[in-house]
């Protein structure tokens, strides 16, 4: 029988083992970080899903976008998909529990906009048909997930694969790539809002096209009151993004 202390040092050091091989994986969040406050100063929306407790953590991502993590600055337009309750049941009671991310997808996605999408299994059916519908409707589809290969992995541009076998672990280091994804967005802001606004094309229908970001400048450079320009949001909430996508 396992004691108090013995059930402790068996999750630390399930953590622990994980720290390592995790690190590798998250350096990816820094590129990410830049793609997605080019994406949101540009105007565009972040949409993001999960189940459970990876509903709770994406809800967590999207609440540190449009309020902040840190330091002061303008709300972002982040959504977290499963926390509209009417439209999730609503969704689900006609058309089925696999499509209730799906649809919201397809309803409040726009080319070029960002899909992130939370899975400790990388299995869930919902989250599958989700990513299935952010390619369709030219969305950028990105993944938490637990160890790869698996299925959203696949099914997404780009995943950040936690190596663990323990779904708590998995969630627990989930929990800190947001916090270092929101990090990442907001230091890279302050430099992107100096670059000009250019508008190019979304990726062909199907297509898993390269995503190239601007070239930065250095400086520090802000305009419009309190330091922050305007949001950049016109019709649905969108104005051009000029999000740097690269046709493949």
Known sequence: MMTRHDTLDAHLSGLAAALLPYRREAERLAS????LAWTLARGGRLLVAGNGGSAAEAQHLTAELVGKLRDDREPLSAIAL????SALTAIGNDYGYDEVFARQVRAHGRPDDILLLLSTSG????????????????????AFTGPAPNPLADRCHDVLAVPSPDSQVV???HLVSTHLLCEYV???LPLIRQLPTASVPAPRAGTF???????????????GANGHPTNGHGANGHGSTGTGWVRS
Do not use: I
């Open 32 to 35: 990410w970080g830049t793609e």
């Open 82 to 85: 499963h926390a509209e309750t």
């Open 123 to 142: 299995t869930s059916t919902n989250l599958l048909t989700a990513a299935q519908a952010g390619h369709d409707t030219g969305l950028r589809c990105w």
């Open 171 to 173: 969630q627990e280091l």
């Open 186 to 188: 907001d230091q890279a």
């Open 209 to 223: 096209a390269r995503w190239a970001p601007p070239p930065v400048p250095t400086g520090t450079g802000r305009d």
